[in-house]
């Protein structure tokens, strides 16, 4: 038996990034992964030759945990122009993203993309994300959703429906902005201050960069925990017991438990649920020179129509070339309309092409080939502000603690510091 052992259960960018913090510190560690891979919900997979990942997901540079984790040089990234494309009627109209660039999102304003008086009622926020200190706390909660917020600032109907809608429905897999204004504000911060972008070899290599600052052997993949229990009589000799879904079992004095909301349920049921933001990404081939040009630059494209299924659309090698042979181009539409990820593959992607027969024309979308249809059932913890307040607390006591997005926020920068944080409370047990 190791008096001081450390079980981290599960392998995505919580569990690992939890590995990496023990590591550093000289905690004894070993992290149990259910399945044949690592990085969870991170994760690319070639198709054809073509780089497919895991559901539509794009890095944001400013996030704060990136710092001493991740080698964004190593990275190779490739970035999204700021702003968007909001289809609307019929034509794409561009839209400076007056969160990262005020003076141009007020020009965009004057030249009708937006109303200027729009353009003033957001400076603030805009002003607040570039530059204000409070809005880059990812654990705070305001006790209101984005949608209140923008209302409070008397940002029009219009412009919420059309522009923050499908761009904010895509980052939190919810088309109801009805995600806690904090959640929504340390976004517009990320934005402000830093560039979305895709590493060169796909969203799968900031894993890889994770697991490669880790030893292998700390490491039991296709483990899947079953069941922990404690041992011991009193909280100074608690210890744990943790049983496997093959019936091992490991000892441990202390545990982080880095899964998602409905994993860490099953091993603690007396854990809130919560509610999940489902998506399904199509991503469709054609031959480069067939692209449609608004798909030519590396931009997203969103529905502003709110007519659906496809929420926002983008071609992923107009950002990264390598995603898809020479030649080759592809197409990222993605859903999050509830009713539309009822419909079988074969109805949502007729449905997806209609829509986009609508955008580019019946001729243009005619040699679309499906190359793939991923649907990710779990994949964002709803964040509304209900949501936040029914947060479990990371220090469950007894030396248990919970890491995970669904503790602190909803996106890789929140799994990874829930990671730190439980790496360095059973560090400071050990010390
Ligand atoms: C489609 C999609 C788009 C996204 N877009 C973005 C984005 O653009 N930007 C952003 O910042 N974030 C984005 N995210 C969110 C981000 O990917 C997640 O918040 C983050 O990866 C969650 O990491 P995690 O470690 O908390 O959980 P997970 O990644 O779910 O990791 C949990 C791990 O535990 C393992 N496991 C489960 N049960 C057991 C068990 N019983 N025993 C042992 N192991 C177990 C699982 O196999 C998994 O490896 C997106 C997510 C999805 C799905």
Not at 231 to 254: H, K, L, P
Not at 262 to 285: E, F, H, M, V
Not at 288 to 308: F, V
Not at 311 to 319: A, D, F, I
Request: hydrophobic share 45%; proline share 5%; net charge neutral.
């Amino acid at each position: 038996m190791e008096p001081n052992k450390v079980l981290i259960i599960g392998g995505g960018v919580a569990g690992l990034c939890a590995a990496i913090h023990c590591e550093r510190q000289g905690v004894d560690w070993l992290l149990l992964e259910a399945s044949d891979r690592l990085g969870g919900r991170v994760g690319s997979r070639m198709i054809d030759g073509c780089r497919i990942d895991r559901g539509f997901a794009v890095l944001l540079t400013a996030y704060p945990e990136l710092r001493g984790m991740i080698d964004l040089e190593q990275l190779d990234l490739r970035t999204f122009q700021s702003g968007a494309r909001i289809q609307r009627g019929g034509a794409f109209i561009r839209v400076a993203n007056p969160l990262r660039h005020p003076i141009r999102g007020v020009i965009s304003a004057l030249t009708g993309s937006i109303g200027v008086i729009d353009a003033f009622r957001i400076l603030p926020i805009a002003m607040r994300a570039a530059f204000g200190r409070s809005v880059i706390d990812p654990d705070a909660s305001h006790g209101f959703s984005a949608r209140d917020l923008l209302r409070q600032m008397k940002v029009s109907e219009q412009l919420i429906d059309q522009f923050f809608r499908p761009f904010f429905g895509g980052i939190f897999l919810d088309g109801s902005l009805g995600a806690d204004a904090a959640a929504f504000e340390f976004r517009l911060a990320m934005f402000a201050r830093g560039i979305a972008a895709l590493p060169n070899e796909g969203m799968g290599a900031i894993a890889q960069q994770l697991i490669a600052q880790i030893p292998n052997e700390r490491i039991r993949m296709a483990t899947a925990v079953r069941e922990i229990k404690r041992i011991g009589e009193d909280t100074t000799s608690t210890r744990w017991c943790v049983t496997t879904n093959v019936g091992q079992t490991y000892e441990a004095s202390a545990i982080i438990i880095a899964l998602d909301a409905d994993g860490a349920r099953s091993l603690l049921p007396s854990l809130p649920s919560r509610a999940w933001c489902s998506t399904a990404a199509i991503t469709w081939r054609v031959e480069a020179e067939k692209l449609p040009s608004a798909l030519r630059e590396p931009i997203l494209l969103l529905d502003g129509d709110g007519d659906g299924p496809v929420n926002h659309l983008c071609s992923p090698t107009s950002v990264v070339a390598g995603y898809a042979p020479q030649g080759t181009s592809l197409i990222s539409g993605n859903v999050i309309d509830p009713v539309a990820l009822k419909l079988s593959d074969e109805e949502l992607e007729r449905s997806a092409r209609a829509q986009m027969a609508k955008w580019f024309s019946v001729e243009a979308t005619r040699e679309w080939k499906v190359v793939c249809i991923d649907r990710i059932q779990q994949a964002l913890p709803r964040q509304h502000p209900q949501d936040f307040e029914a947060r479990p607390k990371m220090d469950q006591g007894d030396r248990l603690f919970l890491a995970g997005d669904h503790v602190t926020d909803g996106s890789i920068n929140g799994a990874m510091r829930s990671g730190r944080i439980a790496a360095d409370a059973v560090s400071a047990l050990h010390r």
